[in-house]
């Protein structure tokens, strides 16, 4: 019945081998049958024209599958797997085209059974998945390169050490460029010469040479990359133009790319990347390097800033330093009538008392009844010099110059020697001092002798604000800030007016007359006090008197930075 709906159709019948003919023949996907032993049987043109033959027959003729592939364990194992007929199996693998050229390839493998189920052999089917693959190898390379490129980041952000993160950047690079030598370059200050930071992957005799060691701005290719500010690739040292290429090529490099480091559109310096393999640079791998540039430069441009912010601040301590000297030399003429004058007074007792026991030796009044006398003369005497030499103590413990000595001390004691060197002037001036130190005050971590400094130069100016004599009050207490002692310098004198109070600290300003003063007094003041941590404070009524708060950090209380002792011989007050 079949047979003569068929013949009534008038359709003829199409073999199974004619059909399978017609898939080999136009397929688009590359079609190998071989046979269980491997020996390729049957190929369709499109796995010739895939693999680069003329035709099928010269593809399969004589030659066994596994040959066709670069890694010919994969097939046989996947093959191996695949035996029971029927089997089917799917895999990515590189396929060897004649000239040699790796294919990437999609395989699926099928194993074909006989009438008995016996193993005939192998179809392959070959899909060329090389641009897909290209794609998912590029896409991974990207990756990588924006995990380096961010990691990178971070290192160049995390320390102001400049060859650590250089070196580290460097690291970084290496590892998705093997067999390579990096180096990086800065330029120097005048930008005239490049000078070698950083480097990895070179050998010492290549290294050591002058030339790659500092080189001039627009010197062979590494110095035109900065003079002209721009990326020279070299594919081939035995094609390039460069007065060391002699030099480069015994090395064994053979090709480089040259990256100007860049910071605000201004060259700072050079990254040069080197290959010992037949490497190429790719746009997408000299993009990588300009971006990996960009933050290289950055990170130099902020160490170059940082050192020189180093620079300036030392240079400002130096400055402060010489105002602290120049003050204390300035307090010091201002003490000198007061201290000459209470060092005659003592001098005039032992000088008067000298000149009677003269007289007394002379009229030969020396005798037993006036031994008790003689005693007490002497005693004066020696009480009159002993005061002259705490004087002239306190008066060179004051004006020496030494090296910063950070220890603890009382504060107490700190204002008991300042008050000791205008107590006399006090006195000669009328005028009445009040000093009262809260018992039990905790240490304080300063310099002995730069806080006295600075207490003396807000007593003197109280001294001098009150020409009509008055009240000065020094006092010490723990004050209303956790963890700082509070000295309060008063005084009942003319006041400062309220306009002039946001000034007073700057360097040269003064209300007094310029014979007067220079106006570095309160400046110095208040340079002291803040680089120990501690801050002051001003209140001040025209007519009424004006009062110092000076907070000063406890040994016990908030953590602050202090200058590093120097060398503390004959430093101690």
């Known amino acids: 019945m079949n047979q003569r709906a068929s013949r009534s159709s008038g359709q003829p019948r199409?073999?199974?081998?004619?059909?399978?003919?017609?898939?080999?023949?136009?397929?688009?996907?590359?079609?190998?049958?071989?046979?269980?032993s491997g020996r390729v049987t049957m190929a369709n043109p499109a796995a010739a024209e895939l693999l680069g033959y003329q035709s099928a027959e010269e593809l399969y003729k004589g030659r066994r599958v596994q040959e066709l592939f670069q890694n010919p364990q994969e097939v046989e194992s996947v093959r191996l797997k695949a035996e029971p007929p029927g089997s089917v199996r799917e895999f990515h693998a590189f396929l060897k085209g004649k000239e040699g050229v790796a294919l990437g390839t999609r395989v699926t493998l099928a194993a074909i059974g006989g009438v008995k189920g016996k193993l005939q052999g192998h179809v392959l089917i070959l899909r060329d998945v090389s641009q897909e693959m290209k794609a998912r190898q590029e896409l991974h390379q990207q990756s990588a390169r924006l995990a380096t490129l961010s990691s990178i980041a971070t290192t160049l952000t995390s320390s102001l050490e400049l060859k650590e993160v250089l070196e580290s950047t460097i690291d970084e690079i290496l590892k998705l460029l093997h067999g390579a030598s990096i180096r990086i370059y800065m330029l120097d200050t005048k930008g005239e010469w490049l000078n070698l930071a950083a480097w990895k992957g070179a050998?010492?005799?290549?290294?050591?040479?002058?030339?790659?060691?500092?080189?001039?701005?627009?010197?062979?290719?590494?110095?035109?990359?900065?003079?002209?500010?721009?990326?020279?690739?070299?594919?081939?040292?035995?094609?390039?133009?460069?007065?060391?290429?002699?030099?480069?090529?015994?090395?064994?490099?053979?090709?480089?790319?040259?990256i100007p480091l860049l910071a605000k559109d201004k060259a700072v310096g050079a990254l040069c990347v080197s290959s010992y393999t037949e490497f190429r640079f790719s746009t997408d791998f000299v993009d990588f390097l300009t971006a990996v540039g960009n933050q290289i430069g950055v990170a130099i441009e902020n160490a170059n800033l940082y050192e020189g912010l180093k620079e300036a601040y030392q240079e400002l301590r130096n400055t402060q330093e010489q105002l602290i000297r120049t003050e204390k030399l300035a307090s010091l003429g201002k003490l000198a009538a007061t201290i000459a004058h209470e060092i005659n007074n003592p001098l005039s007792v032992v000088l008067t008392y000298t000149k009677?026991?003269?007289?007394?030796?002379?009229?030969?009044?020396?005798?037993?009844?006036?031994?008790?006398?003689?005693?007490?003369?002497?005693?004066?005497?020696?009480?009159?010099?002993?005061?002259?030499?705490?004087?002239?103590?306190?008066?060179?413990?004051?004006?020496?110059h030494s090296t910063l000595n950070i220890a603890e001390h009382r504060i107490e004691e700190i204002i008991q020697r300042t008050v000791a060197l205008i107590d006399h002037d006090l006195e000669m001036k009328e005028m009445r001092l009040r000093c009262a130190c809260e018992p039990e005050l905790p240490l304080v971590r300063c310099d002995f002798r730069q806080i006295q400094q600075a207490f003396l130069n807000l007593?003197?100016?109280?001294?001098?604000?009150?020409?009509?004599?008055?009240?000065?009050?020094?006092?010490?207490?723990?004050?209303?800030?956790?963890?700082f002692v509070m000295v309060k310098v008063k005084d009942t004198g003319c006041g400062i007016p309220e306009e002039n109070l946001s000034q007073i600290f700057e360097p040269f300003f003064s209300t007094k007359e310029e014979a007067k003063g220079v106006g570095l007094g309160l400046a110095v003041v208040y340079g002291i006090i803040t680089?120990?941590?501690?801050?002051?404070?001003?209140?001040?009524?025209?007519?009424?008197?004006?009062?110092?708060?000076?907070?000063l950090p406890c040994v016990n209380g908030p953590q602050t930075t202090l200058p590093k002792n120097g060398n503390q011989e004959g430093d101690v007050p």
């Not at 010197?219 to 094609?239: A, E, M, P, S, W």
């Not at 007593?459 to 963890?483: F, H, P, T, W, Y």
């Not at 680089?531 to 907070?551: K, L």
């Open 459 to 483: 007593m003197i100016n109280a001294v001098e604000a009150m020409e009509k004599g008055g009240l000065l009050s020094v006092e010490a207490q723990k004050g209303d800030r956790e963890g």
């Open 203 to 258: 050998s010492n005799r290549f290294i050591d040479r002058p030339h790659f060691q500092r080189r001039r701005v627009g010197d062979g290719l590494l110095g035109k990359t900065v003079l002209h500010r721009r990326t020279i690739v070299v594919d081939n040292f035995l094609r390039a133009e460069d007065p060391y290429v002699e030099d480069i090529m015994e090395e064994g490099l053979v090709s480089s790319v040259y």
């Open 14 to 36: 199409v073999s199974l081998e004619r059909v399978a003919r017609s898939l080999l023949q136009w397929s688009r996907d590359g079609i190998l049958v071989c046979d269980p």
């Open 356 to 400: 009677l026991m003269k007289n007394m030796l002379q009229r030969g009044a020396f005798t037993p009844k006036r031994l008790s006398d003689i005693s007490r003369f002497l005693g004066t005497m020696e009480s009159e010099t002993a005061r002259c030499g705490e004087i002239v103590r306190n008066l060179l413990a004051f004006a020496r």
């Open 531 to 551: 680089r120990h941590g501690g801050s002051i404070e001003v209140e001040s009524r025209v007519g009424e008197g004006t009062t110092f708060r000076v907070y």
